[in-house]
Every structure is written in C-alpha cells, then in structure tokens.
C-alpha cells in the first residue's frame, strides 16, 4: 500500500494552460504539504494543511491555489503555467510536528 | 531564522570507504533534525531522524548521524558505502510551534561511488 500517492507523476504542458495535481495520503495524518523542487534540487515548502486548514502559504504566487477537501487529500491548482513553474512538486504528510512522508513527485514541464 | 546547511554540493568515495556528508543547523531551540535521500527520478526516503535523547541515531541501510549540539551539526554516517547509495542526500531541520510546523531543507550533497 502506497503512503503518499500522487497523480499524476509527469505533466507536460503548454505555457498558459491550467493545470491540477493530486495527493492521497493513507496514514491517518492530519498534516499535509506541498514542496517544489527545482532543477537545483533545492526544496522549498509552498503549503502546508492542518486539518483541511491552510496554516503555511510561503509566498507562492497567487495562480497556486491549494485545496483540501478532507484531512487525506491536498490537491494543487495552478493557474496560467510559465516556464518558471517546471519543477518536480513533492506532496508530503506528517502527524503533528513529526516526521514527514513524501510521495513520489510530479514532474511537470512546462513548454 | 532557521536554516539548514550542507557544505558539500558533491562528493565522490570508492565503494567500501566510509562516508561522512556534513550538516549544519541555525535553530533558536532544540529541532527536530532529519536527514533523507533521493535515488535519481524518486522521492524522499527517510534514513533518520533525531527529536531527543541519545546524539547518535541509527537510519536504515547501515547510516547513522550523531546530532552535536555545541556544534550545530547533525552529520551523517556510514562506515562501508555501497553502489547502491550514491543518490542526493538531504538534511533537514524542522520547528515551529502547533500548527505552523515546518521543514527547512539544506541544498543536498550528490554521492558518487566509483566502482
């Protein structure tokens, strides 16, 4: 059984478009966030949910929007995609301030 | 603020040797330090983590890491390296009170093992 799930794991798109990726989490957490990775592999939290409540939104711009609708999925809405957004987009879940699971990625590419 | 250090943008070992990749750590309090690898095209696996208690911890497939408080260091270990660990290794530092816990990560040391 997967922990942190993701759909879909690669999205090629065009500059623009509209675009969603999706995260499950079968763990029982009540924690949940989102990463981007860029080409440097560095890191760096975006979001995170507590309870299906927004409590860290790290100044991503606004076309970003979040939505969690219920403590085991967080999903990502981006609106009008640039080429600054390719990146891989990690989901992660924790319980509490406790250790953080990921799943596998999404690899978006934006052209 | 808190951040999270790593010297090393890339090291190289032979298989067999050890390995040590370095982690440094500003944080006001005690944190929770944690460190993961990325094989290439995959997620983050965790290998170990510290919260409290005893400095040196042990992770999965033979690492370990020894949390040093004076030093602010939380590097990692492993006394014989195989092919198979070469991957990108990240530490990361978490805090935060309720509700507004999060990580911060280091850039990542890339291993190479040569044969």
């Known amino acids: 059984d997967t922990a942190v799930s993701q759909t879909p794991k690669y999205l090629v798109t065009q500059m623009g478009n509209d675009k969603s990726i999706k995260c499950e989490q079968n763990l029982g957490h009540d924690t949940m966030y989102w990463y981007k990775q860029d080409s440097k592999k560095f890191l760096k939290i975006m979001f995170s949910?507590?309870?299906?409540?927004?409590?860290i939104n790290e100044t991503v711009p606004n076309r970003f929007s979040p939505k969690s609708p219920d403590k085991a999925h967080l999903n990502l809405h981006i609106n009008s995609l640039e080429l600054g957004d390719s990146a891989v987009y990690f989901c992660?879940?924790?319980?509490?301030?406790?250790?953080?699971?990921f799943g596998p990625g999404t690899r978006l590419l934006v052209l | 603020a808190q951040s999270v250090t790593q010297p090393d943008i890339h090291i190289t070992v032979s298989e067999g040797a050890s390995l040590e990749l370095r982690c440094n750590y500003s944080?006001?309090?005690?944190?929770?330090l944690f460190w993961y690898v990325q094989s290439p095209g995959q997620g983050l696996q965790l290998l170990l983590k510290?919260?409290?208690?005893?400095?040196l911890v042990q992770g999965i497939k033979g690492f370990e890491a020894e949390f040093k408080r004076s030093q602010s260091s939380f590097n990692l270990r492993k006394p014989s390296v195989h092919w198979s660990d070469a991957a990108e290794y990240f530490c990361a530092v978490g805090g935060g009170s309720s509700g507004t816990y999060k990580y911060i990560f280091g850039t990542g040391t890339r291993l190479k093992v040569l044969a």
């Open positions: 510290y919260f409290s208690g005893d400095t």
């Open positions: 949910y507590n309870n299906k409540e927004l409590i």
């Open positions: 944080y006001g309090a005690t944190p929770y």
């Open positions: 992660a879940s924790s319980q509490g301030m406790k250790t953080q699971y």
